[in-house]
């Protein structure tokens, strides 16, 4: 696939521009995302009580683990596409959490292109809605607006 200029996304705006590989959010996962945000909640990292007390059967990733995984899965798929020379997060507009992943579920990330801003300076914001699907379930793990400054 021949790669685009930065700009070339505007024509792209409305469609699906692409999907990710799938990302297994295992317990291994789940505990290594606890430690690193001292989220220890039980209903992510103790499997036992998880699956006698909680609402799930078993662990759940954390949603903020779920929606970390927005910049890996859509540089995966827009840097195949296009060629930046780089790239910086700008924010996120009404991420919502729909369903829970429980651990040992696989995910990825369908991104569509919403908007492509020319700010000048070869500086282009680009607006994504990605959904994060959940392997074999009909609701997704989250939807979210994702912004992000891309610098041809």
């Not at 692409?18 to 992510?44: K, M």
């Not at 282009?124 to 992000?148: D, F, K, Q, W």
Request: net charge neutral.
């Amino acid at each position: 696939m021949n790669k685009m200029p930065v700009a070339d996304l505007a024509k792209h705006v409305g469609e699906e521009i692409g999907v990710s590989s799938w990302i297994l959010l295992d317990q291994t996962r789940i505990n290594e995302f606890a430690h690193c945000t001292s989220d220890h909640q039980w209903i992510h990292v103790d499997a036992e009580r998880a699956a006698r007390e909680g609402p799930f059967g078993g662990t759940i990733a954390h949603g903020f683990l779920t929606l970390s995984l927005l910049a890996p899965t859509s540089f995966e798929v827009l840097l195949t596409r296009i060629t930046p020379k780089s790239v910086v997060n700008y924010g996120l507009d009404k991420v919502r959490f729909v369903a829970p992943v429980r651990s040992g579920k696989r995910v990825r990330n369908h991104i569509r292109i919403a908007s492509v801003e020319d700010k000048g300076s070869g500086r282009y914001l680009v607006t994504t809605e990605n959904t994060i699907e959940i392997e074999g379930e009909t609701r997704p793990a989250l939807t979210a607006s994702a912004l992000a400054m891309f610098m041809a």
